[in-house]
């Protein structure tokens, strides 16, 4: 699906008065409510890095992007709307949201270390060679969650300074890791 596809599945999630699983559970449709913002927020106000932005314009071969993603995902409310962005700058790139949990199951091919994290950005040429992926979150990200999971902090807890790194981050280290691998993969 595209992006305004996605867009329409996330929305028709919030509007539901009998959401589908897992969103009948209030903890999770009110995550979602708050994903739903921080994506809004993020594709008004995020500002595009000019060197990753010149290099995804210079693409000069088709690309395919697939983005395994679900609407319950904190990490993907922030880092989608720079990556929707971004593949808005060039014609030759293709792109295709992908949930998590719905057939075909295409994060069972791009697991991290065993587990199915999200989002996922699966960067593949003309001939669906995979040429890099990215996921779930910004390195440092990972770091602090790391660190939170070993001092055995509360979930509520993970969540806010996760919260709170990515709104100090302004998309900036999503962006720069992103950068690293165009520069890298871009003929």
């Given at each position: ?23 009948q ?27 990753l ?37 060039n ?6 949201y ?8 295409l ?6 270390n ?69 520069s890298?993969i871009?003929q």
């Open positions: 699906m595209d992006f305004l596809a996605y867009q329409q599945i996330f929305q028709s999630i919030l509007d539901d008065p009998n959401p589908p699983s897992p969103y559970d209030p903890a999770y449709l009110n995550y979602t409510r708050l994903n739903w913002s921080r994506q809004q927020r993020w594709l008004k106000v995020g500002i595009l890095n000019d060197k932005a010149a290099v995804i314009q210079s693409i000069k071969k088709a690309q395919f992007w697939t983005i395994v993603t679900e609407p319950w995902c904190g990490d993907a409310a922030h880092s989608l709307p720079f990556i929707h962005r971004l593949s808005e700058l014609p030759l790139i293709r792109i295709d992908q949930l998590r949990d719905t057939t075909p199951f994060i069972d091919l791009y697991l991290t065993g587990k199915k994290t999200i989002p996922k950005l699966i960067i593949a040429d003309h001939e669906n060679n995979d040429l890099a992926v990215w996921g779930s979150r910004p390195a440092e990200c990972q770091l602090l969650y790391n660190r939170l999971l070993e001092e055995h902090v509360e979930m509520e807890q993970k969540k806010i300074a996760l919260q709170k790194w990515y709104n100090e981050d302004k998309g900036v280290s999503l962006q720069n890791e992103l950068f690293l691998i165009f890298a871009v």
